[in-house]
């Protein structure tokens, strides 16, 4: 399916093969139960409807389960045009097309909300109230997203289906509130030196930020995941792109989601820790030593010969450092 100018998306029905044996497939509640969130930081962001950009991840990557979902991360079919970063091939309009592939889901979400907002023949959309869906949905087509003549009645059943308004008329405020969206709240004092993380911060700097800085013993900076955080919102906050933040740390390929008390590097780790070796007070991940210790995981494996990244290490074992 084409489209005008230079950058194309590619509507689920045009044919992608959906992804086969890699687990159970994702139905269109959980779906939405997965992604309403980041739809609605975007429509926070950007003004574009909730409604609209779950409906139009579930019509693109069959609810996420798609090949293009699965293997690139790519819920919208976005193209590789004036693109640098990784890429995958697939048949569509032309065989062996070139999609744009990405490190995790969330930043397909932000790709699409950049995508609406950066070209202008999409500029009408936004004259629209973000409650008008059936406008939007209708004037995505008229803008050229798509070819199909029947895209905005596919977008608005699926809307229309699964109740997506409700995220939209809520704009934040029933379904979690705008502090959960900012991070900031009254009593949130920025220096507190409280943590989820079983690691003792050691040392607290102290920032505007709508997060606590603390210190690994090797002085690389990080974060402790609060409720409603995202890997958008942290780069942000710390003047990084997704791309630095996620090369800072080494979460699991299918990390889609942060959690709280995660630990999150805003400075690159360094490649040996301070201390010599540490004991594990409690079974662990080989990935978690190097989150929690900020090490590059490769360099973890290298000193304690260990070959696989997501090794076990038991309690009472030792971990060499330095």
């Known amino acids: 399916m084409m489209m005008k100018n230079s950058l194309v998306i590619v509507v689920l029905f045009a044919g992608f093969q959906l992804n086969a044996g890699n687990g159970a497939r994702i139905s269109k509640e959980e779906y939405v139960s997965k992604w309403s969130r980041i739809a609605m930081e975007e429509m926070m962001r950007h003004n574009i409807p909730a409604s609209i950009t779950l409906a ?16 690139g991360n790519n819920h919208f079919g976005i193209k590789c045009h004036d693109w640098t970063g990784k890429k995958m091939y697939k048949d569509d ?29 999409y500029a009408k959309l936004f004259t629209y109230d973000k409650t008008d869906y059936k406008s939007w949905a209708k004037g995505l087509k008229e803008a050229g997203y798509a070819t199909n003549p029947k895209y905005p009645d596919l977008l608005i059943d699926i809307i229309e289906q699964l109740n997506l308004t409700q995220y939209d008329n809520a704009g934040g405020k029933d379904l979690f509130s705008i502090a959960d969206l900012t991070g900031k ?63 800072y740390n080494d979460f699991e390929p299918n990390k889609d989601l942060l959690e709280v008390g995660d630990i999150v590097n805003i400075y690159p780790k360094r490649a040996k820790g301070k201390q010599k070796s540490v004991k594990c007070a409690e079974q662990k991940t080989l990935r978690q030593i190097s989150q929690e210790e900020g090490i590059r995981l490769s360099s973890l494996m290298k000193m304690n010969n260990i070959t696989s990244e997501d090794a076990i290490v038991e309690k009472g074992e030792k971990i060499i450092l330095r």
């Open 56 to 71: 139009q991840g579930i019509l693109e990557s069959a609810s996420g389960n798609s090949d293009l979902a699965v293997q």
């Open 93 to 121: 309009d032309k065989k062996n097309e070139c999609f744009r592939v990405y490190s995790n889901a969330e930043e397909s979400f932000v790709d699409h909300s950049l995508f609406l907002t950066g070209r202008s023949r």
């Open 185 to 247: 709240k009254k009593d949130d004092s920025v220096n507190s030196s409280s943590t989820s993380s079983s690691k003792s911060p050691q040392t607290v700097v102290i920032t505007e930020s709508a997060h606590a800085v603390y210190n690994h013993t090797n002085k690389v900076k990080y974060v402790v995941v609060k409720k409603g955080d995202t890997y958008y919102r942290i780069a942000k906050e710390f003047g990084l792109s997704l791309r630095q933040l996620y090369r």
